[in-house]
């Protein structure tokens, strides 16, 4: 056996023991909603790691769809697919990357390395992305070529016009792209160079005009542990104008923003954000929210508005203009993917937003491995969010035969998912539907 896997079994055994002497006080409620109860906070001296291992999708098995819907591959085989894109010719662009490495510090880095590495989440990566397309209409892609490869750990795409743009996790990259093209070989040009190591994936989103481009960029650390300049330019969101080539941070003090998307009756921006680890099973609770011109959102100093996080060196000036979030989605559930869902897109669904929740290690009872749906009304989250896709875990927590990433509404109105453990894209539909 390696080392890193003795490692990790050592981890899990001490953080089944941490698991158990936290238990005492019972298991807190999630913090959902516009309103959440958050837990005050209990910093663990020993941080609770408790990460399945992956296994992949027995022959024959599928996640679980909620009522009145079902789910089939897509397409499967990949190699650790994060996020999707749709071309306008109803072509499916699959970005496949991996986390590389870590900083190892500690005994504890190490541990969270081994770990990360029996759950499948850190590896040689792909470094590509990959086009799928269902010319025949059956609901399975049955066409399948690399797009672009030799990339660094690309992630976000978007295209405008004629130009292709790849968030890779050094910077964002522009691409040219001729309509209906099924393979790009050009080279690149970089326009904007961002921070590596930390937290890798650059999300892209172009603006509705396709004259300004939205990347969200996280933090290097749980609470700037390198100090805060180590954090300078990251932990935000930036806003790319491609006619001039400026590029400034539009929000800061988020601390890992990943998905993005546009609410359309606002025009808002909106992005799904990991809050910080260390604090409590649900403290503070990963978040949706609106995202404002200039807006600063806390991180590291304090979350959820002003509620200060003691293991910082304070800022008073900064923690007093903190904006709290719109919408907790529960405390290291890992909301990585966001798209917004018209009415009906989903039968019994109305208009709102889905979230892939990727999954805890933070935790004593896991959360997330599943993706879920936030009602909204006249532009605002309006409700309690709704399961579209469980069954990600097996019953004792201790596999996870998928972890759900990236969601996108398809080119034929269904609701793709990006699964990285199962190697699969989920594709979600009405049962009645091919």
């Given at each position: 056996m390696a080392l890193s896997d003795v490692v990790s079994r050592l981890a899990e055994?001490?953080?089944?023991?941490?698991?158990?002497?936290?238990?005492?006080?019972?298991?807190?409620?999630?913090?959902?909603?516009?309103?959440?109860?958050?837990?005050?906070?209990?910093?663990?001296?020993?941080?609770?790691?408790?990460?399945?291992?992956?296994?992949?999708?027995?022959?024959?098995?599928?996640?679980?769809?909620?009522?009145?819907?079902?789910?089939?591959?897509?397409?499967?085989?990949?190699?650790?697919?994060?996020?999707?894109?749709?071309?306008?010719?109803?072509?499916?662009?699959?970005?496949?990357?991996?986390?590389?490495?870590?900083?190892?510090?500690?005994?504890?880095?190490?541990?969270?390395?081994?770990?990360?590495?029996?759950?499948?989440?850190?590896?040689?990566?792909?470094?590509?992305?990959?086009?799928?397309?269902?010319?025949?209409?059956?609901?399975?892609?049955?066409?399948?070529?690399?797009?672009?490869?030799?990339?660094?750990?690309?992630?976000?795409?978007?295209?405008?016009?004629?130009?292709?743009?790849?968030?890779?996790?050094?910077?964002?990259?522009?691409?040219?792209?001729?309509?209906?093209?099924?393979?790009?070989?050009?080279?690149?040009?970089?326009?904007?160079?961002?921070?590596?190591?930390?937290?890798?994936t650059r999300s892209l989103l172009a603006s509705p005009d396709g004259m300004k481009l939205y990347a969200g960029v996280g933090s290097r650390t749980n609470i700037a542990d390198d100090g805060v300049a180590a954090e300078e330019g990251r932990a935000a969101i930036y806003e790319l104008d491609l006619k001039s080539g400026a590029s400034r941070i539009f929000a800061s003090g988020l601390r890992n923003p990943v998905g993005l998307a546009w609410e359309p009756r606002t025009g808002a921006l909106w992005t799904a954000v990991n809050e910080r680890d260390g604090l409590g099973d649900e403290t503070p609770p990963d978040y949706l929210t609106s995202v404002r011109d200039g807006g600063f959102y806390g991180w590291p100093y304090s979350y959820w508005g002003r509620t200060v996080d003691d293991r910082v060196p304070q800022d008073a000036d900064m923690v007093a203009k903190a904006i709290a979030p719109d919408y907790a989605l529960g405390g290291h559930t890992a909301s990585l993917g966001l798209c917004w869902l018209p009415a009906g897109a989903l039968p019994g669904f109305p208009e709102g937003m889905a979230v892939g929740q990727h999954g805890s290690w933070n935790r004593s009872t896991l959360a997330g491995y599943k993706v879920v749906f936030v009602p909204f009304a006249d532009g605002r989250p309006a409700g309690p969010p709704r399961d579209i896709l469980t069954g990600f875990l097996s019953a004792d927590e201790r596999s996870s035969y998928g972890r759900p990433v990236g969601v996108a509404l398809g080119p034929d109105g269904s609701l793709l998912v990006a699964d990285d453990v199962g190697d699969v894209i989920w594709r979600v539909t009405g049962e009645g539907r091919v």
């Open positions: 055994l001490v953080g089944a023991t941490v698991i158990w002497m936290r238990r005492s006080g019972g298991t807190p409620q999630p913090s959902f909603g516009a309103s959440p109860a958050i837990p005050p906070a209990k910093p663990q001296g020993i941080p609770t790691l408790k990460m399945p291992t992956a296994k992949g999708w027995p022959q024959g098995r599928t996640p679980t769809a909620a009522p009145g819907l079902k789910v089939n591959a897509f397409a499967d085989g990949l190699k650790h697919p994060r996020w999707i894109h749709i071309l306008p010719g109803g072509e499916v662009l699959v970005a496949e990357a991996l986390m590389e490495s870590v900083p190892v510090k500690s005994f504890f880095d190490y541990a969270m390395f081994s770990t990360l590495k029996r759950a499948a989440a850190v590896g040689p990566s792909p470094n590509r992305i990959t086009l799928l397309s269902d010319k025949d209409g059956d609901g399975v892609a049955e066409i399948r070529g690399v797009f672009l490869d030799r990339l660094n750990q690309p992630f976000g795409m978007a295209l405008v016009g004629e130009t292709f743009y790849v968030g890779a996790t050094d910077g964002v990259v522009a691409f040219p792209y001729a309509a209906g093209a099924s393979r790009i070989a050009a080279p690149g040009r970089k326009l904007i160079a961002f921070k590596t190591d930390g937290h890798w």
